[in-house]
């Protein structure tokens, strides 16, 4: 069975939100004209408090896109983005959200960014979606949304971990492209045994 993974199609992630993806809103259509194609849908949604220790603003000092060493390991300092209940947490206006069988919330710990729609950042704590997907019967998972570099890599990749079969369509992604993210993040996806499509 074959489910179709949205990753963060939200409105601060897209052009003229707070951590913008340059045309992060062109993939909106060709999402939604995906979807039908599809056993599962489901979307993830950054979901962040006021807090998170993820946002540079959370920091003195520190500057949006610096990384420092949280517990789990180095951490990219974001500006704040996603806040719980504001309207750049929520769905881009265009995405056929009513389509989704499942929302996740992820990133909603002040402690913990997560990135991937599997595992928050410490590679321990789980989302629940691995077991949803088992128990729908779902081992063919296909990847879209923002940011390709980031959280669609990630989940990705943990989808594979996890015993999945994952592709990411690249057409239907965009990147930050981070000092050279896109293209480290391709590689390390290849590397898991990603399909790249």
């Known amino acids: ?13 897209c052009p003229g939100g707070a ?11 060709p999402i939604n004209a995906m979807m039908d194609d599809y056993d599962a849908v ?11 220790s993820s946002f540079a603003g959370n920091h003195p000092g520190a500057a949006p896109f610096s990384t420092v060493t949280m517990g789990y390991g180095p951490q990219v300092l974001w500006p704040a983005h996603c806040v719980i209940g504001s309207a750049g947490a929520a769905f881009h206006p265009r995405l056929d959200a009513d389509r989704a069988d499942l929302v996740i919330r992820k990133g909603f710990r002040a402690g ?17 979606l691995a077991g949803y997907l088992r128990e729908r019967g779902a081992d063919d998972l296909h990847f879209v949304g923002l940011a390709h570099d980031f959280c669609v890599a990630w989940s990705a990749m ?40």
Not at 1 to 13: K, P, T
Not at 162 to 178: K, M, Q, S
């Open 1 to 13: 069975m074959r489910a179709l993974i949205i990753i963060d199609m939200q409105v601060d992630f």
């Open 112 to 128: 913990i960014d997560s990135y991937s729609a599997f595992r928050e950042n410490d590679r321990d704590t789980p989302t629940g």
């Open 42 to 52: 489901v979307l993830t949604q950054d979901w962040h408090p006021p807090d998170h």
């Open 19 to 29: 951590l913008a993806v340059a045309g992060g809103d062109e993939i909106v259509a």
């Open 158 to 197: 943990d989808a594979r971990a996890l015993g999945f079969r994952a592709t990411v369509i690249e057409a239907a992604t965009r990147a930050i492209d981070l000092d050279g993210s896109r293209d480290a993040a391709r590689t390390a996806m290849r590397d898991a045994g990603v399909t790249l499509a």
